[in-house]
């Protein structure tokens, strides 16, 4: 038989409802200040140990290199030449410190978003009413692809513009490259990032605000456009998805194209169609087995040319700027981006992204129905046609062909970039004033 249990008085339940309530106003002053804790906003500043440097230039000099290519063309990839020229003046020549002295002049900040810590340098505009602006890199990229359009984004009176073109801009790292954090789950894919992006800017104060990005950029950004957040205005992208399903997998199948087509959309779906048969590797590689990849955790010199085979057209920007010549890019500029995956040890990490997404689609349209604006680069993967751009977006406010210019718009010819923002986005400062 049970014994009965004792019966509690009124005033031994009233202390005891007492307690628990102040436990639990104790747990939540604990989850808030953690909470609190978390969401702080933390200034950033690199300093790499000169040791890191030294090593750098060691296991550079210390390169294995394979014999010569048995082609006079880059058709079988990253040529010997091009990887030894590099090299020399990664090794004797290249000063990281400019760079890190060049960041280290920006604000940048870390803060915590859904549990992985991302860092992100933000410039305010001195003008007012200055438009809040988001800017997303790509692979193989970091936040160095865009610190040549920060000061004429913000300061546009010094580089012959109107105070009503200025922008705030915030450059966040994408969660596993740079100086963010590096993923320790599955999860961190491009639909999260671009939910954390919005959580970023509104965490900085932005009730309203307009974002871009190219590469993995314009598909986060065109993700952010397709989640809607009421405080997204609208986009700039200058790799759109555009590519109609049926389209998009005739070209990934190899096959002729099909019956119909105009010009410019022709030329797009065969400029498309050879990004797939050859110009992706890298992605087919990273989407299925990042893991594998740990020459380019290993070696510098592996590490360079994988990324510099990123796509026919890139290469041969980035190959002529080591035989002497220039145009938008020079070799500081390629081993700034290097030398960031290298220091931070982020090669892998970066490289999962595309596992996350794997499969999901980068150039097909999406169903983005906020306004979007649209800039084409001759030497991109494929030049967007006009025709798809309309059909694909049911809000284009803008849509411009440039005169030059490739895949990293930013990098590469960013005073054509920054004029396609203003551009861009005049018609939504507007609403956002209402």
Known sequence: MLAQQPTRT????????????????TAKAINDMNTAEASAIRPFRNNVPEEALVDLRRRIAATRWPEKETVTDASQGVQLATAQKLARYWATEYDWRKVEARLNALPQFIT????????FIHVRSKHKNALPLI????????????????????????HGASALDAFDVVIPSMPGYGFSGKPTTTGWDPTHIARAWVELMKRLGYPKFVAQGGDWGAVITELMGLQ?????????????????????????????????????????Y???????????GYGYQMGLRPQTLYGIADSPVGLAAYFLDHDARSYELIARVFDGQSEGLTRDDILDNITITWLTNTALSGARLYWEFWGKGYFNAKGVSIPVAVSVFPDEL????????????????????????????AWEQPE??????????????????A
């Open 416 to 433: 054509l970039l920054v004029a396609e923002l203003r551009s861009s986005f005049k018609s939504l400062k507007a609403l956002r004033a």
């Open 135 to 158: 800017v997303t890199h790509g692979w193989p990229g970091s936040i160095t692809e865009q610190m040549k359009i920060i000061d004429p984004l913000t300061n546009p009176t010094a």
């Open 382 to 409: 494929y030049p967007a046609p006009r025709s798809w751009a309309e059909r694909v977006y049911p809000k284009l406010i803008h849509y411009n062909k440039v005169e030059k210019g490739g895949h990293f718009a």
């Open 112 to 119: 915590e978003i859904d549990g992985l810590d991302i860092h």
């Open 270 to 280: 065969e400029r498309l169609q050879f990004v797939y048969q050859k110009g992706i």
């Open 228 to 268: 809607a957040p009421p405080e997204l205005l609208g986009i700039h992208v200058n790799m759109p998805g555009v590519f109609p399903d049926d389209i998009n997998n005739a070209a990934f199948s190899g096959a002729p194209a099909p019956s119909g087509l105009s010009a410019d959309e022709k030329l797009a």
């Open 10 to 25: 009124d005033a031994q339940s009233q202390g005891a409802s007492g307690e628990k309530e102040n436990d639990m106003k």
